[in-house]
């Protein structure tokens, strides 16, 4: 064995990556066509965020052994976490090709069952790891994952129990335990679970998103909408759709019956404002609830600052909204602005949960788009530049624009998952 290899993963376990690197990368200059050494530079540069260089190392060190089973396991792990889950999938197999008896890699498949939203396809690839091995760390948190989000509540919380019973440091078990209290509607014992994953591990994330969403379910209105994203959660994608599109569809329906009624026809326009409004606070209900935590004490610390500039952002544009078309009482004109920065509003929301670099500059460039396009074009309409009778089509372009956005992020956003 290198010893620099054994080095490296020393250095790994104990987070230093850098040196981590130089280490490998000293194996790798004595040993060039060591596959464990090719992952293991893999991993480390998947850890510093360098997503491309980590994705083709793995492949190389798969090419290099297509039997190793570390490389093979390494090239699932990578993929899997930067989203390409019919390749990681597809690694996964491999894997089970190679070594079927391997509860990692069963763990590894169940979290993409979970991601691709096949839950019950979770909770059979993680019986099968914990079949041989029942003290799988991953392999008992995705079981109980997948108990919880197919509403099988009391049965995820006794599995958790279990699990802390058995491996009280387990942090990821106090992570899922607070999901399962989150699910219940019980924030404050939530809460609890995720400040003691926090204290195991700070750098947990999915402790830090939790801890976040107990915080803000202090709210009545906010466990409310939690309660709606739980539920379409426990959806599958297709079965998400279909209930966006049948709504959709219902409203519209609904709004035809009114107005062929005319006993009926006035309340057709409140179908409509009903239906916009549901749609448009499941997009900022979340990121606009993050106010709160900006003044919490636990809270602001939890916010990392990209969210806390977005929560503000959002929160700026609200009020310039509101306040806009409330003063458009008095003087008619700043109600197409009022409605520019309440239309902000939908991008803001979407922009403050993308977690992917790539989807942040896209959905950033809608930002951009309807901020410049909403203050030019009055401008150059005045100039003379354009012909002013589009800017009165102004609240048609923005519905327009509105739901293209929505579509496009909604696209963007369910690919993170």
């Not at 839950?119 to 091995?133: I, M, P, R, S």
């Not at 109980?144 to 995820?156: E, N, S, T, V």
């Not at 309340?267 to 003044?295: C, D, E, K, Q």
Request: hydrophobic share 50%.
């Amino acid at each position: 064995m290198n010893p620099h290899v054994e080095r490296a993963r020393l250095l790994l376990q104990q987070g230093n990556v850098n040196r981590a690197e130089e280490s490998v990368r000293q194996a790798l200059e004595i040993e060039p066509q060591s596959a464990e050494a090719m992952a293991i530079l893999a991993l480390c540069l998947q850890q510093q965020d360098k997503r491309k260089p980590a994705l083709e190392a793995a492949q190389e060190a798969v090419g290099l052994d297509p039997h190793d089973a570390y490389a093979q396991y390494i090239l699932a792990v990578i993929t899997h976490d930067q989203g390409k889950l019919k390749e990681s999938e597809q690694a996964v197999r491999q894997l089970l090709e190679i070594n079927p008896n391997l509860p990692a890699a069963y763990g590894l498949l169940a979290s993409i069952k979970l991601r691709l939203h096949k839950y019950a396809d979770a909770e059979q690839a993680a019986a099968t790891g914990l079949q041989l091995d029942a003290e799988d760390t991953m392999c008992r948190n995705m079981y109980a994952q997948a108990l919880r989000i197919q509403g099988r509540k009391h049965d995820a919380e006794r599995f958790i129990s279990d699990t802390l019973r058995r491996t009280p440091g387990d942090s990821g078990a106090h992570v899922e335990m607070g999901w399962a209290k989150l699910h219940q509607g019980d924030h404050r014992a939530a809460m609890e679970s995720f400040r003691e994953a926090l204290r195991l591990d700070p750098q947990d994330d999915r402790a830090r998103q939790g801890m976040l969403q107990a915080i803000k379910a202090a709210n009545p209105i906010y466990r409310v909408f939690l309660a709606y994203l739980f539920w379409i959660q426990s959806l599958s994608s297709k079965a998400q759709w279909a209930f966006i599109i049948g709504l959709w569809l219902g409203a519209k329906a609904l709004g035809g019956i009114f107005r062929s009624q005319p006993h009926l026809a006035p309340y057709a326009g409140a179908v409509g404002a009903v239906y916009v409004l549901f749609v448009f606070s499941t997009w900022i209900v979340g990121p606009l609830f993050n106010v709160m935590l900006l003044v919490h004490p636990l809270g602001r610390h939890a916010l990392p600052p990209f969210e806390r500039n977005v929560t503000v952002g959002l929160a700026a544009s609200m009020v310039l909204g509101i306040g806009l078309c409330l003063a458009s009482i008095k003087l008619l004109g700043l109600l197409g602005l009022g409605l520019l920065f309440l239309a902000l509003a939908l991008p803001l929301g979407a922009l403050g949960r993308a977690e992917r670099p790539m989807n942040r500059w896209i959905i950033g460039g809608e930002v951009a788009i309807f901020v410049i396009g909403g203050l030019l074009c009055p401008i150059l309409a005045i100039l003379g530049v354009i012909d002013p009778s589009l800017f009165f089509n102004g609240p048609l372009f923005l519905a327009l624009g509105c739901l293209l956005s929505t579509w496009v992020n909604s696209v963007l956003l369910s690919r993170e998952r």
